[in-house]
């Protein structure tokens, strides 16, 4: 056996850190194949609709390549842009020889029992890869789909920027509209190489019964940048997710914006971590949540060991019920002297102020409501291109029409 | 008659604010609103607009003949009443652009945002959120582009000069000007009511009547520039005695 499945094994029951404990026990590790299809207008109306909520377009129109996994088969892959590479990942680790330098690299295989698991029950996954130098026109779209009721959906991820690259990956994962339990674990891990960008943009829509897990560990060399723009809109059950950054080469950059909205039943803990671990390496971590009766909890940590790195870290909390929590833990870690870190926190109620502001102007007190709302959940984000900002602006949209 | 006040009593906080207010402004008058600081002007145009935490004890407010005392807010904007506020709030994520092309499209009156701002000097500003990062002159502005597009039929200025530059008083005056019609003579139905402390604005808009609030009662009415005379040679405690 492997050491990788050996540490596995060793893992699999370690809680994680934080977040409630899933009974990994309780979901069907199996799951129905599902048939290849070479269109994804081929795919069933109920799905597609969830699909389109979360991002995906299904004309591939605007897109350099396509990834769509409903429960645990890939039913589509496809790649319209050149210098840009999309596979399921266990044919990856078939073709490039299990994917020694980056398998299992940034993320520790043992760091809780949902990674253990990812390694352990393997049910697939993406691989993108953009080649060197290659600055990709479109985003590459991916879904992961959950259909089936009560299975547990374990997927491994991997995107590698190539050095001088760009890349935009939108993933979008969605439930079948009538599924109630499922789980998600789902284990990424990036690596953008020297001055390389990659922005990756994720849409949760889960069903209100499902249990989700990611595991994304990203790893930024010099001078490279790393986007992520994260939206949970929907309800979940337990969403648990520490997104953590390694910003190591000189000059390195990330930014980190989380949207969440929490309804009812849902449990929410939901951070970003950054590590600024070369000269010059800056970060930013945002996060705008809004309790409309579920919990949350936004985190954000901040660790600086070189002096000179700059960061800052935001968690905004608004409480549009009077039941349900919102929580914002910041921290701040500087092991040395000259590191420039700083963060704001506020969790409060939609000011009257505002509102009658907005009514004073002719608007309803539901419009103005919601034009706060919206604009609340506005994250500015330099270095984003305009088209893919109107993206993500149409999907907030989208995934809070009911909210809105 | 454009606005009728009649025997207002005002509450902030269980405190009365406003006393036994009388006041009546016909469509295509201008008056103005002099008093010291805290003597109640501001809590009178919030009482107008409808502003939570201005109760109303006693009185009404009438406009274009319908008693408006307890409308909500937003169904006085809609009757035609602007507001133009000294210290508006912020809000985060809401661009002015798209505030301003809203309350265009709401009056009909939607795609001159542009054309607004560059009146004022303010396109670059469109791009801002509400409020945010704006000095006192420039929020001045952002209120009139918003009252441009909303177009209101009576229009409240809570001190527009205060704190803008004399050139920029100058193209603010004009606009306040144009949105009180005062290029029209005899078809001139907008009317306003303005608070100022410096009587700047009075050289840009001509005013038809002047009041003075003393501890919130009304002291006097007459004509505004003799009464901003007075007030400037004598203070208002004499303004308020010339006319027993």
């Not at chain 1, 309800?235 to 520490?242: E, N």
């Not at chain 2, 301003?100 to 009909?108: F, H, I, R, T, Y």
């Not at chain 2, 003579?185 to 808009?205: F, Q």
Request: aromatic letters at 6%; charged letters at 25%.
């Amino acid at each position: 056996m492997s050491k990788i499945k050996e540490k596995a094994k060793a893992a699999k029951e370690k809680k994680a850190l934080y977040g409630t404990d899933v009974d990994l026990a309780a979901f069907k590790s199996k799951a129905t194949e599902h048939a290849y299809q070479d269109s994804l207008e081929k795919i069933p109306p109920d799905s597609q609709r969830g699909m389109t909520e979360a991002g995906i377009v299904l004309s591939e129109e605007g897109r350099a390549g396509s990834y769509i996994q409903m429960d645990h088969s890939p039913v589509h892959c496809s790649i319209r842009e050149e210098g840009v590479e999309i596979l399921p990942i266990v044919e990856a680790l078939k073709r490039y020889d299990g994917l020694e330098d980056y398998w299992w690299q940034a993320m520790a295989v043992d760091a809780d029992k949902y990674t253990a698991h990812a390694e352990l029950e393997l049910h697939n996954g993406y691989f993108i890869r953009v080649s060197k130098g290659v600055k990709a026109l479109f985003p590459v779209q991916a879904c992961l789909y959950l259909g089936e009721e009560g299975i547990a959906q374990h997927v491994h991820n991997i995107i590698i920027a190539e050095e001088g690259s760009e890349l935009h990956v939108i993933t979008g994962c969605t439930t079948a509209p009538n599924l109630a339990r499922a789980l998600h674990i789902g284990v990424s891990e990036f690596y953008v190489k020297r001055g390389a960008t990659l922005t990756f943009t994720m849409i949760h829509n889960w069903g209100e019964e499902v249990a989700v897990r990611p595991r994304t560990a990203v790893w930024v060399e010099e001078g490279g940048t790393y986007l992520s723009h994260y939206v949970c809109m929907k309800p979940a059950r337990s969403l648990q997710t520490d997104p953590t950054v390694r910003l190591l080469g000189k000059g390195a950059v990330t930014r980190l914006n989380t949207i969440l909205v929490a309804g009812k039943g849902s449990e929410m803990d939901v951070g970003g971590r950054v590590h600024l671990e070369a000269p010059d390496t800056k970060a930013e971590v945002v996060s705008r949540t809004i309790s409309t009766g579920g919990n949350i909890i936004s985190r954000g940590l901040l660790v600086g060991y070189v002096p000179g790195v700059k960061a800052h870290l935001e968690c905004n909390g608004l409480m549009l019920s009077e039941t349900g929590y919102i929580r914002a833990i910041p921290e701040l870690d500087g092991r040395i002297a000259g590191v420039e870190m700083s963060h704001e926190a506020a969790v409060g109620k939609i000011s009257r102020q505002e509102i009658e502001y907005l009514m004073s102007r002719g608007i309803s007190e539901a419009d103005a409501t919601a034009l706060i709302v919206r604009g609340f959940l506005r994250v500015e984000m330099e270095g984003i291109p305009a088209e893919l900002k109107k993206e993500i602006d149409r999907a907030v949209e989208e995934s809070g029409k009911s909210l809105m | 008659m454009s606005l009728i006040i009649k025997e207002l009593c005002v509450e902030i906080a269980g405190r009365e604010v406003l006393h036994d207010i009388d006041m009546e402004i016909n469509p295509g008058e201008t008056h103005v609103l002099f008093g010291k600081n805290g003597s109640g002007k501001t809590s009178l145009l919030m009482a107008i607009m409808g502003l939570s935490g201005y109760r109303i004890t006693n009185g009404s407010i009438i406009f274009k003949g319908r008693d408006i005392t307890h409308l909500p807010i937003n169904e006085r904007a809609n009757l035609g009443i602007g507001m133009a506020f000294q210290r508006p709030p912020t809000i985060r994520g809401l661009k002015t652009r798209d505030l301003v092309d809203l309350l265009g499209k709401q009056g009909g009156n939607g795609g001159k945002t542009t054309k607004y701002a560059e009146s004022l000097e303010f396109t670059e500003f469109l791009e801002r959120e509400i409020n945010y990062g704006l000095s006192g002159g420039e929020i001045k502005k952002s209120e009139l582009v918003q009252l441009m597009a909303q177009n209101p039929d009576l229009i409240l200025l809570d001190e527009p000069e205060s704190g803008v530059d004399l050139e920029n008083i100058a193209l603010l005056g004009k606009v306040i000007k144009k949105l009180l019609q005062k290029n029209l003579r005899r078809l001139r139905v907008k009317s306003g009511l303005i608070i100022t402390h410096t009587g700047l604005i009075l050289n840009y808009v001509e005013a038809d009547k002047g009041h003075l609030l003393l501890d919130g009662s009304l002291k006097c009415s007459g004509n505004p520039r003799e009464m901003f005379d007075t007030i400037c040679k004598f203070g208002y405690e004499e303004c308020a005695r010339c006319q027993r």
